[in-house]
Nanobody, 130 residues
Framework: QVQLVESGGGLVQPGGSLRLSCAAS????????IGWFRQAPGKEREGVSC????????YYADSVNGRFTTSGDSAKNTVYLQMTNLNTEDTGVYYC???????????????????????WGQGTQVTVSS
């Protein structure tokens, strides 16, 4: 049984940092593209970052490039999203998911409706507010 569990969200002031975790069970993350997505109230889901460990390829959305860093721990089968210099536009529910390994990281993040498996979890809430 595949399970992806996000954690690490919370309330943070603008300029602050958070690290999100995505712990996987039932699969090996190295075999897939792993994506972080977020959805703000009233907005479409947005691909934030996607990573393919097998080729060392990472994609970041323009809105987070330079502020967010995706990494992984294969021993823990966990992917992390380190978020720094947060602003109010980063508020939303953050989800991780696995995507088809044949996709490029940019394509996977841009079109999860095509490439994502149906393992969307509950997500973790990130609220950036003063």
């Amino acid at each position: 049984q595949v399970q992806l569990v996000e954690s690490g969200g919370g309330l943070v002031q603008p300029g602050g940092s958070l690290r999100l975790s995505c712990a996987a069970s039932g699969i090996t993350l190295d075999e897939y593209v792993i994506g972080w997505f977020r959805q703000a109230p009233g907005k479409e889901r947005e691909g934030v970052s996607c990573i393919k460990f097998s080729v060392g390829s990472i994609y970041y959305a323009d809105s987070v490039n330079g502020r967010f860093t995706t990494s992984g721990d294969s021993a823990k089968n966990t992917v992390y999203l380190q978020m720094t210099n947060l602003n109010t536009e980063d508020t939303g529910v953050y989800y991780c998911n696995i995507l088809a390994p044949q996709a490029t990281v940019q394509r996977a993040c841009s079109a999860p409706e095509i490439y994502a498996y149906d393992y969307w979890g509950q997500g973790t809430q990130v609220t950036v507010s003063s």
